[in-house]
Structures are given as structure tokens and as C-alpha cells.
């Protein structure tokens, strides 16, 4: 199911109107409605916003519906991989684990590339990331911190922050957000 399709599901699953969910997320009702019609894609930041507001993962936007197992074995090449603007890609990696208090993802950067157009911030209050392969810059509050390959940082999100690759190769994060 297409993303713009799923807000649209959840949205509707939890009773509330466009308008009442925009509120919530501190979105504007027309980019919402843009948004379920398909008409945009949303940023990062708004995908983090609209899932703070249903209470759910972000993950769940990406989710195909299946019922969570007690037990789960994932592949990585079974997972699916959503594209950004910006030159980046995520893998959801549990994306049926509603229910679940963390959410780990997987962040490809490609070179220039960046998770989100500009900083933003997300209402979790932690976030630990790990860098597979290659090296990133988190900006963090004004800041800039290099993580090298086999480094991990752990930080407050509810903080203006954004992932970039500044290399000429690709990067690969693995990202956990404490829901």
C-alpha cells in the first residue's frame, strides 16, 4: 500500500478528521491532504510528525499488514527500502512491531546525500544510531559530530538534528528510536 494511501487508512483508524490529525501534528490541513492524495511525498520530518500524532511507529507508514509473529527473523533484502529526497533511502526494519518500544531503521546515505531536507526534531526521547559502513556528520544543535564506520552515537532528538554524507561514498546507519 502506497504511503499516501496508509496515512490515509490510519488516520481514518484512530477517528480523527484531516483537520483534527493536522492539529495534532502541527501540519497544515491542505499539505495533509496533499499529502493522502498522493500529491506530495512527505519529508522525513513530516512522516515523524504524522506518526507522533497517531501514536503510532513511523515504521507503520511502511508496513504491508501482515501480523506480528513472536518471534521474528529478518532479512535485509526482504525488508523494503523507501527513497527520500535527498539522495537517501530507509529500510524499516520492524515495521510490523506496532506495539514495540523502539524502532530501528536503516539510513542509506548516498554521497552529498542528507536524511531530511533541513534539521528537524522528533517528540522520542532518545536516539541511538551505529554506523555500518562509511562515515556520517550528525548536525545536533547548531553543531557538526563525524561518526566513523563502527561508531555510535546516542542523543536527545526532541533537538534540531540532521544526518548528511559528506563523502564520496555511500554510508549505511543503523538508527533505533526509543518510541
Known amino acids: ?15 480523527l478528521s484531516l483537520r483534527a490529525l493536522a492539529e495534532a501534528c502541527s501540519v497544515s490541513p ?8 498522493g500529491d506530495t511525498s512527505p519529508s522525513v520530518a513530516t512522516l515523524e510528525k504524522l506518526a507522533h500524532g497517531l501514536r503510532i511507529p513511523m515504521a507503520a507508514f511502511f508496513a504491508d499488514g501482515d501480523e506480528q509473529q ?25 515495521a510490523q512491531r506496532h506495539n514495540s518500544s523502539f524502532e530501528p531503521v536503516i539510513v542509506r546515505l548516498e554521497p552529498d546525500g542528507m536524511l531530511a531536507e533541513q534539521p528537524f526534531l522528533v517528540a522520542m526521547e ?42 564520496d561514498v555511500p554510508c549505511e546507519l543503523l538508527l533505533v528510536r526509543q518510541r
Open 1 to 15: 500500500m502506497p504511503v499516501a494511501k496508509r496515512v490515509r487508512t490510519l488516520r481514518e483508524s484512530k477517528g
Open 30 to 37: 491542505s499539505t495533509l491532504s496533499q499529502i493522502e492524495q
Open 70 to 94: 513472536a518471534v521474528e527473523v529478518l532479512n535485509l533484502a526482504d525488508c523494503p527500502t523507501f527513497t527520500l529526497r535527498g539522495n537517501a533511502e530507509l529500510v524499516p526494519l520492524a
Open 126 to 167: 532518545s536516539e541511538f544510531v551505529w554506523v555500518r559502513s562509511g562515515s556520517a556528520v550528525l548536525h545536533y544543535d547548531g553543531e557538526e559530530i563525524t561518526v566513523r564506520e563502527a561508531q555510535a552515537v546516542y542523543y536527545d532528538p526532541r533537538r534540531n538534528h540532521n544526518w548528511r554524507n559528506p563523502h
